[in-house]
């Protein structure tokens, strides 16, 4: 592994938060008809998680996608055990951990979609 590229993100390991993860959540469908809506309630629960960093509404099998970044695996656990799957609104989840970051950037192609909006796809 390069050095220079290991862990979740050099801000986030200065401050002793040494493990990324990403987890896919499923939430339970039915909901009482006097209750909020479940995505509602779990949209709103996530707003008041620290631990997560990013959520994701997703089509597919599962309904969101959390990137969650944590001190280690004792908090990890207590964040999906104590918070994350005591949640009403959650059915199930996944996750996937961060062993090595390979890219990260917060730069947009937007030259590539210059091409796309005047229809020139293939002059790449």
């Known amino acids: 592994m390069n050095s220079k590229n290991t862990g979740p993100s050099s801000g986030s390991e200065k ?3 040494t493990l990324t993860a990403y987890l896919n959540v499923r ?3 039915h909901s009482d008809s006097h209750k909020r809506n479940p995505m509602d309630v779990f949209r709103a629960s996530v707003q008041k998680w620290p631990e997560v960093v990013e959520c994701h509404a997703l089509t597919g099998d599962m309904d969101y996608l959390l990137r969650v970044v944590v001190r280690n695996m004792a908090h990890y656990s207590r964040f999906v055990l104590d918070t994350l799957l005591k949640h009403p609104s959650v ?3 996944k996750t996937s951990f961060v062993l090595d970051r390979v890219k990260s950037t917060t730069a ?3 030259e ?4 796309w909006c005047s229809g020139d796809a293939n002059s790449a």
């Open 15 to 17: 401050i002793g938060l």
């Open 27 to 29: 939430l339970e469908k």
């Open 91 to 93: 059915q199930d989840c």
């Open 108 to 110: 947009l192609p937007y």
């Open 112 to 115: 590539h979609s210059a091409d």
